[in-house]
T-cell receptor, first 116, second 112 residues
């Protein structure tokens, strides 16, 4: 258990529905990341927060995706009007550290989304 | 886009043998990290090597980095069935801010 928790662990939804995932990072970590992973592939970067500021967004993050970290603690990732191609594991990770300093990421167990 | 390419994609060995996985990347990096992922679970950090380091050890793990060839290798010695997992290299690129870019992974199976 890394201390990063994600909820829900599994979500099955119908195409066109909205879904929201929550991530609670390790409490002293100010940096939070969202990644997406499909079967047999490595994680793909979606977005990154430092405290409450969203500093980086991947081009993978279409207009249907939105992420927030309102108080610099937990984060939510919402997908609107889900499509079958959104089916994947959504991974959250956190770390401490100053800009430019290397640091390991602590991952949660992921939220698996299945869009029917 | 994926930065790293792992080789081989899949590796099957017997318990007690050594396992070597390779990773190649394309752009200059600050550091390279290796992660492990058991099926259906999150990733767990194994080891980090900085761009000015050439070799690093941690228990049964040995990582090398050759920045001139833009490649790294992960060696697991005296493998155990519990080492069965996917292994990913991840690079922190000089121009990519704070993100880590992952490769596609090597699936290691250690047979008892």
């Amino acid at each position: 258990d890394t201390g990063v928790s994600q909820d829900p662990r599994h979500k099955i939804t119908k195409r066109g529905q909205n879904v929201t995932f929550r991530c609670d990072p390790i409490s002293e970590h100010n940096r939070l990341y969202w990644y997406r992973q499909t079967l047999g592939q490595g994680p793909e970067f979606l977005t990154y927060f430092q405290n409450e500021a969203q500093l980086e967004k991947s081009r993978l993050l279409s207009d249907r995706f939105s992420a927030e970290r309102p108080k610099g603690s937990f984060s939510t990732l919402e997908i609107q009007r889900t499509e079958q191609g959104d089916s994947a594991m959504y991974l959250c990770a956190s770390r401490a550290g100053a800009i430019g300093r290397p640091g390991e990421l602590f991952f949660g167990e992921g939220s698996r989304l299945t869009v029917l | 886009s994926q930065q790293g390419e792992e080789d081989p994609q899949a590796l099957s060995i017997q318990e007690g043998e050594n396992a070597t996985m390779n990773c190649s990347y394309k752009t200059s990096i600050n550091n390279l990290q290796w992660y492990r992922q058991n099926s259906g679970r999150g990733l767990v950090h194994l080891i980090l090597i900085r761009s000015n380091e050439r070799e690093k050890h941690s228990g049964r793990l040995r990582v090398t980095l050759d920045t001139s060839k833009k490649s790294s290798s992960l060696l697991i010695t005296a493998s155990r069935a519990a080492d069965t997992a996917s292994y990913f290299c991840a690079t922190h690129q000089e121009t990519s801010g704070s993100r880590l870019t992952f490769g596609e992974g090597t699936q290691l199976t250690v047979n008892p």
